[in-house]
């Protein structure tokens, strides 16, 4: 499986907060819808992903719950036909939420940001920092803490949950 180290952060200040990732980006950000159908497995997450100018995208990923930078585990296959597929896992697993969002994409060395605004929840960044294979999430970690203090996250910004998760406690 492939790994990140990720973070979630409410944003204040969404504004404020891109012109600080652009100062330290690679280039510019790609805009993106996005609209992603979770649904019922154990232990983990799946997630189907419908977004604006590419292919869908069946997503399953493993990771902690918690506020600060943590390791996630992650397969992504390619879908063809997304109703269809949508319509196939409902009936086999159920739905447990649907996020929908625009967002910002950006690359910072192998490390992607996200700038999200989440229908119904307001504004978000998210960090992945890509972890070779073999290597250990500390020095994710340490890349994600240092992106956090260019970025003027604070540890009090931090979000535990997915998305869907806040969704579903309606904050």
Do not use: C, W
Not at 50 to 78: M, N, Q, T
Not at 145 to 169: H, N, S, T, W
Request: net charge positive.
């Amino acid at each position: 499986m492939a790994r990140n180290v990720e973070i979630k952060a409410r944003l204040r200040d969404l504004e404020a907060t891109r012109r600080l990732v652009e100062a330290i980006a690679d280039g510019p950000g790609q805009p993106v819808e996005q609209s992603d159908t979770f649904f019922r497995v154990a232990g983990a997450r799946l997630k189907l992903r419908e977004r604006s100018g590419a292919d869908a995208e069946l997503i399953y990923y493993r990771r902690a719950d918690a506020p600060g930078p943590k390791a996630s585990e992650y397969e992504i296959a390619p879908v063809r036909d997304a109703a269809a597929l949508r319509k196939l896992l409902a009936a086999a697993l159920g739905v447990i939420g649907r996020v929908v969002k625009r967002r910002l994409v950006y690359r910072v060395g192998r490390t992607r940001i996200h700038l999200d605004e989440v229908q119904d929840l307001g504004s978000f960044l998210e960090l992945e920092v890509e972890l070779a294979n073999g290597e250990p999430a500390d020095l994710g970690v340490r890349e994600a803490k240092r992106l956090m203090g260019a970025l003027q996250i604070g540890e009090d910004a931090l979000i535990a949950q997915a998305y869907v998760d806040l969704l579903a406690r309606g904050r």
